[in-house]
């Protein structure tokens, strides 16, 4: 559909329309066919390098609550307890937090995030015990 189109379904005569289709994209035909055809804002992507960041830096402080948990315990059995309940404990909190961020039920993303990181653990777990690999120091 040509841009003109668009602008007569919106309202606007021929002409007008004709006028506008051109101006636009004189200035920028990428960004009018985009916003207007695609319904795009150029301007609202995503900044993939700010992305990057605060996804590493959320991964870190998550990863280090139960590194935290666990690194001054000596024995395994209680270090693992302890790492599971310190990882069970953020990944409610985690979950909660973006699922309120983002507008949805706090127990759902919560419920989410537990049972993902959960299943993530046990999977870690699992090839651990298959490589004969020890939670010892």
């Given at each position: 559909?040509?841009l003109?189109?668009?602008?007569?379904?919106?309202?606007?005569?021929?002409?007008?329309?004709?006028?506008?289709?051109?101006?636009?994209?004189?200035?920028?035909?990428?960004?009018?066919?985009?916003?207007?055809?695609?319904?795009?804002?150029?301007?609202?992507?995503?900044?993939?390098?700010?992305?990057?960041?605060?996804s590493?830096?959320?991964?870190?402080?998550?990863?280090?609550?139960?590194?935290?948990?666990?690194?001054?315990?000596?024995?395994?059995?209680?270090?693992?307890?302890?790492?599971?309940?310190?990882?069970?404990?953020?990944?409610?909190?985690?979950?909660?937090?973006?699922?309120?961020?983002?507008?949805?039920?706090?127990?759902?993303?919560?419920?989410?995030?537990?049972?993902?990181?959960?299943?993530?653990?046990?999977?870690?777990?699992?090839?651990?015990?298959?490589?004969?690999?020890?939670?010892?120091?």
């Amino acid at each position: 559909m040509e841009l003109k189109d668009i602008y007569v379904e919106r309202g606007l005569t021929e002409e007008l329309a004709l006028e506008v289709a051109k101006e636009l994209t004189a200035k920028d035909v990428l960004r009018a066919h985009a916003r207007d055809e695609l319904g795009i804002d150029v301007d609202e992507l995503a900044n993939p390098v700010q992305a990057c960041v605060t996804s590493a830096t959320a991964f870190s402080m998550g990863a280090a609550v139960p590194i935290l948990a666990g690194a001054f315990i000596a024995e395994a059995l209680p270090r693992i307890i302890s790492v599971a309940a310190a990882a069970t404990v953020a990944l409610i909190t985690f979950g909660a937090l973006g699922a309120g961020l983002g507008g949805a039920a706090l127990w759902k993303g919560a419920l989410r995030v537990l049972v993902g990181g959960w299943l993530a653990m046990g999977i870690t777990y699992a090839i651990g015990m298959a490589f004969d690999a020890s939670p010892a120091a």
